[in-house]
């Protein structure tokens, strides 16, 4: 579907939005952080396009004008802070009514029980710091702690440090590759900057299913002893 893959675009994003980008920027890293609804919208992608493209010759290649990087860097952090506030405010507030709805065509209870996953996984501190690096987790993480009582100052405190790891390193890398590449040729490179973000961004997950394998080898006997399996 051509409007879906639209909305996963972060290029079609920055285009849309013209003048507005920087401004859209914010917007969406605050909506996709704590608005639950927010979830399907581009974070990763998008911030690394937005360094990208606050190069000024980058964002001559595709015709819009160069966003602005000390405000990325700056306001970004903020907003995606603020936001994940928000979604641990929704979570302790009113959480439990809204997790407990039946799957529809936008919210899957298999996002809330993937979040919760990594809370108890990880413990809390570090959960909060990974989930930013992982789509969808990302935006279900913070109400998933505010039902799960995590204090909202500790919650604040890994919260803050997550969000400025994830923002800065984003913004960064892209910021570097629109100053590395041939102006002329930006489509060629944004598609394969994307795709490694976001297999960066699933590395947390890739580690996970290969120590729940390791760990599923091992099969108690009775004394108490393991032994692998095959």
């Given at each position: 579907?051509?409007?879906?893959?639209?909305?996963?675009?972060?290029?079609?994003?920055?285009?849309?939005?013209?003048?507005?980008?920087?401004?859209?920027?914010?917007?969406?890293?605050?909506?996709?952080?704590?608005?639950?609804?927010?979830?399907?919208?581009?974070?990763?992608?998008?911030?690394?396009?937005?360094?990208?493209?606050?190069?000024a010759a980058a964002a001559k290649g595709i015709g819009i004008e160069p966003l602005s990087f000390p405000v990325l860097l700056i306001a970004t952090p903020l907003c995606a802070v603020a936001g994940a506030q928000l979604g641990h405010l929704i979570g302790a507030k009113v959480g439990g009514r809204l997790f407990d709805k039946p799957d529809s065509r936008l919210f899957k209870r298999e996002y809330v029980e993937k979040a919760e996953h990594y809370f108890v996984k990880f413990g809390p501190a570090r959960a909060v710091i990974i989930a930013r690096f992982v789509p969808i987790v990302r935006t279900f993480m913070n109400p998933v702690a505010g039902v799960?009582?995590?204090?909202?100052?500790?919650?604040?405190?890994?919260?803050?440090?997550?969000?400025?790891?994830?923002?800065?390193?984003?913004?960064?890398?892209?910021?570097?590759?629109?100053?590395q590449v041939d102006p002329t040729k930006i489509d060629k490179y944004i598609l394969p900057g994307v795709f490694l973000i976001v297999f960066i961004s699933v590395i947390p997950i890739i580690v996970e299913v290969i120590k729940t394998r390791r760990a599923a080898k091992q099969v108690p006997e009775p004394n108490g002893k393991h032994h692998r399996v095959g």
């Amino acid at each position: 579907m051509d409007w879906l893959s639209n909305l996963l675009d972060p290029t079609w994003w920055l285009t849309i939005l013209g003048a507005f980008a920087t401004v859209g920027v914010l917007a969406i890293i605050f909506a996709e952080t704590g608005l639950l609804v927010g979830f399907f919208l581009p974070g990763d992608s998008l911030l690394v396009a937005a360094g990208i493209f606050s190069s000024a010759a980058a964002a001559k290649g595709i015709g819009i004008e160069p966003l602005s990087f000390p405000v990325l860097l700056i306001a970004t952090p903020l907003c995606a802070v603020a936001g994940a506030q928000l979604g641990h405010l929704i979570g302790a507030k009113v959480g439990g009514r809204l997790f407990d709805k039946p799957d529809s065509r936008l919210f899957k209870r298999e996002y809330v029980e993937k979040a919760e996953h990594y809370f108890v996984k990880f413990g809390p501190a570090r959960a909060v710091i990974i989930a930013r690096f992982v789509p969808i987790v990302r935006t279900f993480m913070n109400p998933v702690a505010g039902v799960l009582e995590m204090p909202a100052r500790t919650f604040f405190l890994w919260n803050t440090i997550g969000g400025l790891v994830w923002v800065e390193s984003m913004l960064l890398i892209g910021h570097f590759l629109g100053g590395q590449v041939d102006p002329t040729k930006i489509d060629k490179y944004i598609l394969p900057g994307v795709f490694l973000i976001v297999f960066i961004s699933v590395i947390p997950i890739i580690v996970e299913v290969i120590k729940t394998r390791r760990a599923a080898k091992q099969v108690p006997e009775p004394n108490g002893k393991h032994h692998r399996v095959g």
